[in-house]
């Protein structure tokens, strides 16, 4: 069967335009400052992001304008089976397309033939998968292209377009420093959609957004054709500048809408990607797959732990349609059994039931006529759209140890502890190179306060139905207090888990043990366990109280406490003013620390 491609076979003599008029006259229509064709090198300004001479013809020499004279020479080059138009067809169309060549054959292109009659683009979509910030590759989410369509044997399928890089291993810094410093392999994927959705869904309980996009034809077929260009290019990943999101933005970008391009940021996260398709106005429709983990944390938030205990042993006794008779409610019968179908689900893929157990389903068969029917809309309920954005800046005053001192604070990506995290699944704090600077001003003297290049919390309170385990990782350079209350800068690598309780529907309430080890001018192993209290509070306040009881090998018979209160006041979703208070003791002496910092999110 022949593939549907826009274009027809061509006479040998009909591709001998003169390279340099048709050079001349690219300039002359300054594409090399089109936006399509910057999007197509992956380029902003003169920079691009993929550095490889299999996709950048003018590589080492590298600028859109060079690029733009390779590929029209490489394009005319050969009359017949043009090897340029098998590797890159995407810039062979927009070419042909705006120098008004004669129309091209891709017949000799028999893989790229292949891929078209195999993956059709009839429709396109963007799935959002919700975060995993105890997963180092997702901890931002993830995003993923869905090409869809009727194939060359006339079957409905459904493709995903996935950039990762595989963090397996257990040298955790090693890691982060590749894929924060110097790059790890990317791994550019095109995977059947349903082996991708169930990964996601069942396997890590993450939540499954779908935009419906509104593309034009010629728009579909140029995602269609440049997918096919990076399928074999080489890509480094990199946690901050290049990873899924700042892909999936020049892959969007090559529809030419200036909305989509000008998103771009030194850090394009995954909700980047989302909030600027919102913004172009490319967003025709939203649904949610909601995970079992979630829809059961959803549904019965509202209800307490006691109610959650009733429904599980009803579960677990196989008496739901008991608890269903005894609800007077149908607004809450329906919760029940909504729960229920959920919580069947989450326990098969936890393995706690067998693979295929239809127990609870039976049980809610038998019940069916206490059910009722309603319908619950999820689309506003923790919404990747609502979330605030990812970069901030802060500037402030404090006072230490006698010192006076000016404060800078710069987080390229991802929030903080204090942030609104109302969005989120839990309270979580997420810093990737987070850079700390002081100026102190009783000596003159600039010096770097902490530098941060990778740190997670996350606080997920006990649950009934699902459970539930708070924890947190931090790689850091930054102050290190000593058993004897002396500050110095050390290498710090920490970690802990432990659990987290919500008191009260804003009040949570976590208990942790954390380890570390640090260096500054030796080896030094530290345990410290903590409790904290996060309070959201009216008028779009915050409270944060965080305890630890120090131990260090250093001095182990002489612990240390160390106690911090963070008040945080949100203006709007820009502007947030923050005072901290930070104290250490011993039995014998004391530090106290102040500081207030404005912060600016952008």
């Known amino acids: 069967m022949s593939t549907r491609v826009f274009a027809v076979p061509t006479a040998p003599n009909e591709m001998s335009p003169d390279t340099e008029q048709l050079i001349k006259l690219a300039f002359n229509l300054k594409l090399d400052q089109n936006l399509e064709w910057r ?25 859109t304008a060079n690029e733009l004279k390779s590929n029209i020479d490489a394009l005319v080059k050969h009359t017949n089976n043009n090897p340029y138009l098998c590797r890159f067809p995407a810039r062979a169309m927009w070419l042909q397309q705006h120098l008004q060549l004669p129309e091209l054959s891709f017949n000799h292109c028999r893989d790229f033939v292949d891929y078209l009659q195999h993956v059709p683009a009839d429709s396109l979509k963007l799935n959002f998968i919700s975060e995993n910030i105890t997963h180092p590759s997702s901890m931002m989410g993830h995003v993923l292209l869905q090409l869809s369509g ?35 392999k990317g791994y550019f994927a095109l995977t059947p959609l349903n082996e991708k959705l169930e990964r996601y869904l069942h396997r890590e309980q993450r939540n499954i957004w779908t935009y419906d996009l509104s593309l034009t034809p010629e728009q579909r077929q140029r995602i269609q054709y440049h997918v096919w260009e990076l399928k074999t290019t080489p890509i480094k990943y990199y946690f901050s500048h290049y990873n899924c999101g700042t892909l999936t933005h020049f892959v969007l970008a090559t529809t030419g809408n200036p ?66 008779a005894n609800t007077p409610s149908p607004q809450e019968r329906f919760v029940i059994g909504q729960i229920a179908a959920h919580e069947q689900g989450f326990l098969i893929d936890q393995g706690k039931l067998p693979a295929g157990d239809t127990s609870i389903d039976r049980q809610l068969e038998d019940s069916a006529s206490l059910l009722g029917d309603f319908q619950i809309d999820l689309t506003h309920y923790k919404n990747p759209l609502l979330v605030p954005n990812d970069s901030q800046i802060s500037v402030g005053a404090g006072y230490a140890d006698g010192q006076h001192d000016l404060s800078f604070d710069y987080l390229p990506a991802a929030q903080k502890l204090e942030d609104d995290n109302s969005q989120f699944i839990s309270e979580r704090e997420l810093l990737l190179g987070n850079i700390g600077l002081k100026y102190l001003t009783d000596s003159h003297r600039l010096k770097l306060d902490y530098l941060k290049l990778y740190s997670m919390s996350s606080y997920i309170p006990v ?36 659990y987290t309780y919500q008191l009260m ?31 959201n509070e009216n008028w779009q306040m915050k409270s944060i109280l965080q305890y630890q009881r120090v131990y260090s090998t250093e001095l182990f018979s002489r612990p240390y406490h160390a106690l911090q209160i963070t008040q945080s006041k949100r203006f709007n979703a820009d502007y947030s003013l923050q005072l901290k208070y930070e104290r250490e003791w011993n039995e014998t002496q004391h530090r106290n620390a102040f500081t207030l910092m404005l912060k600016r999110i952008f």
């Open 39 to 63: 999007a197509l090198l992956h380029a902003h300004g003169n920079t691009s992001y993929i550095n490889d001479r299999s996709f950048l013809l003018s590589w080492p020499h590298f600028s």
């Open 150 to 184: 009727v194939n060359a044997q006339g079957r409905a399928v459904d493709h995903a377009v996935s950039f990762y890089t595989d963090i397996s291993g257990i040298n955790a810094p090693k890691i982060l420093f590749e894929a924060m410093v110097t790059g790890k």
């Open 259 to 324: 909305s989509i391009y000008a998103s771009f940021s030194a850090t394009v996260t995954p909700q980047d990607i989302v909030k600027s398709l919102s913004a172009a106005h490319m967003i025709a429709n939203t649904t949610l797959l909601p995970s079992d983990q979630f829809a059961i944390r959803m549904l019965s938030e509202q209800y307490g732990s006691a109610w959650q205990r009733q429904l599980e042993s009803a579960i677990t006794t196989h008496q739901i349609k008991d608890l269903l």
């Open 463 to 498: 649950d009934t139905l699902t459970g539930g385990v708070s924890g947190q990782f931090s790689m850091v350079y930054a102050p290190r207090i000593d058993p004897r209350l002396q500050e110095q800068h050390a290498i710090t690598i920490e970690g802990g888990a432990g």
């Open 505 to 535: 529907p804003n009040l949570l309430f976590s208990a942790l043990a954390t380890a570390g080890v640090d260096y500054a001018h030796g080896l030094n192993v530290h345990l410290a366990p903590s409790l904290g209290v996060i309070a």
